[in-house]
C-alpha cells in the first residue's frame, strides 16, 4: 500500500539586518564632515560676494572725489580777499581757492588725510570786507578706509613735464602748478582683494604756464 507523504518545507527568516552603533557613528560623523564643509562654502562664498561689493563701493568713492579733486583745482584761483590761489600744499593736505557752486565767489577748499578718511571741506565768504571763518565750515567724508602709507598730494612747478620728481615737502605754495592725488583703500587688510589704488591730477589754469 502506498502512502502519500506531504513535505512539510521550514522556512527559517532571519531577523532584518539593522546599522549597529559602531555604523550609525559612523553615518553621523560623514554627515557632521559633509555639513561643515557646505556651511564654510557658504562662508566663503558669502565673503567673496562682500569683498566684491565692497571693492565696488570704494571704486565708486574713489571715483567721485577725483572728479570732485580735478574740478575744484582746475577752478582754483585767487580768493575773494585777495589770497593766493593755493594756501596750503602738504602731502596730507591741500588748501585752495575756488568758486564750486558757480556763484562767482570763491569758496575756500580743504582737502584732508585725517585718521583713515579723506574730507574736504568748503567755506563760503562772508561779510565785507570777506573773511573765512572755520565756524561756517561744511565738512563731507570723501572717502573711508583710506591707506594711509600710500594715500598722498604731489605738487609740480610749471616745468613739469610728465616725468619730473614732485616738489620737496615742505612745499613753496607760490611754485605750485599741478597737482596729483593718489588715494588707496583697503577695507579690509587681512581680506582679498588688495587695496584699491587711483589717482587723479590736474592744472591749475589760473597759474598754468607751460601745461
Known amino acids: 500500500m502506498m502512502h502519500n ?7 527559517t527568516v532571519s531577523p532584518s539586518k539593522g546599522f549597529s552603533l559602531v555604523e550609525m557613528l559612523v553615518v553621523i560623523g560623514i554627515l557632521g564632515i559633509v555639513g561643515l564643509a557646505l556651511s564654510n562654502f557658504q562662508v ?22 577725483l572728479r570732485q579733486f580735478m574740478h575744484d583745482v582746475r577752478g582754483a584761483s585767487q580768493s575773494n580777499t585777495g589770497s593766493y590761489a593755493v594756501e596750503l600744499a602738504s602731502s596730507a593736505a591741500l588748501t585752495i581757492y575756488s568758486d564750486v557752486d558757480g556763484d562767482v565767489n570763491r569758496e575756500r577748499v580743504r582737502y584732508r588725510l585725517v585718521n583713515g ?29 583710506v591707506a594711509t602709507a600710500t594715500t598722498r598730494f604731489d605738487y609740480f612747478d610749471g616745468s613739469y613735464m610728465g ?49
Open 5 to 11: 507523504m506531504s513535505q512539510v518545507k521550514v522556512v
Open 44 to 65: 566663503d562664498v558669502w565673503r567673496q560676494n562682500a569683498a566684491q561689493q565692497s571693492a565696488l563701493e570704494a571704486e565708486g568713492e574713489l571715483r567721485n572725489t
Open 117 to 145: 578718511t579723506v574730507t574736504r571741506g568748503t567755506t563760503k565768504p562772508t561779510g565785507s570786507p570777506a573773511s573765512y571763518l572755520d565756524a561756517n565750515e561744511s565738512i563731507q567724508t570723501m572717502v573711508r578706509s
Open 163 to 211: 616725468t619730473t620728481s614732485p616738489l620737496t615737502v615742505p612745499v613753496d605754495h607760490s611754485r605750485v602748478r599741478f597737482i596729483r592725488f593718489t588715494i588707496a583703500v583697503d577695507k579690509d587688510p587681512s581680506l582679498p582683494p588688495a587695496a584699491i589704488t587711483m589717482t587723479g591730477s590736474a592744472v591749475v589754469r589760473s597759474l598754468k604756464d607751460n601745461f
